[in-house]
Every structure is written in structure tokens, then in C-alpha cells.
């Protein structure tokens, strides 16, 4: 079925990046100080699919800030996620980055 999706612009997918690693990320059930020393969050992060993710068996379920929209190759890619899974709420305090499929399952 095709969706209605909002095509984010370069800015708005960074804007949705940083907030993550600088806010939402430390709120979430993550072992802090394994964020701290493990992840480079400038340029990688662990989805916010948490235990549920479909790829933490691989590489933590990691994703590439560099790798947005879901349009490029590889695992490390990641989608706009809408936490209350309304997808005209485009709030920011609703968005985060999340892999593709993950963002499926949860929907
Ligand atoms: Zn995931």
C-alpha cells in the first residue's frame, strides 16, 4: 500500500538525528555509560526499537546517521518513526530515527 509519507529534507533528517542522540536516546533503557564509551553518536546510534529490534542480534542494531530514508544498502540504514504512530503528527517530539523494518513491525 502506498503511504502518504512526508519527504524530509536534509536538514529536518539531521534535526531528527540530534535531537535522538542528545535527548530522547538518554530517556530510553540503555545502559548510559555503554552509550557513553561504545557509540560514537555523531555518527551512529542503537535503534530505539530497543530488545525488540529485528537487527540486535546484529551489531547492536546499529544505525548510520548516513544512511537516512531507508534508501540506501545495507543494515545500518534508518527511517523517520513516529513514536505515537500518528503520521501527521510531525512534531519533533514525536520523531526519531528508527531501522525500516523495525519501524514496520511496530506499526
Ligand atoms: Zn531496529
Known amino acids: 500500500m502506498s503511504e502518504n509519507r ?8 539531521k534535526n531528527i538525528w540530534v535531537d535522538y542522540i542528545e535527548n530522547k536516546i538518554w530517556k530510553l533503557n540503555f545502559n548510559e ?5 561504545s557509540w560514537n553518536l555523531n555518527s551512529e546510534a542503537p ?3 530497543q530488545n525488540k529490534c529485528l537487527q540486535k542480534q546484529n551489531d547492536a542494531g546499529k544505525m548510520l ?7 540506501q544498502n545495507g543494515d545500518y540504514k534508518w527511517s523517520v ?5 500518528n503520521p501527521k503528527n510531525n512534531n519533533i517530539n514525536n520523531l526519531w530515527p ?10
Open 6 to 13: 512526508k519527504k524530509w529534507s536534509k536538514t529536518e533528517l
Open 33 to 37: 555509560d555503554e552509550l557513553d564509551n
Open 47 to 49: 535503534c530505539p526499537y
Open 65 to 71: 546517521r548516513c544512511q537516512y530514508q531507508g534508501n
Open 81 to 85: 518513526d513516529h513514536i505515537d504512530g
Open 98 to 107: 528508527m531501522h525500516p523494518d523495525c519501524n514496520k513491525h511496530k506499526n
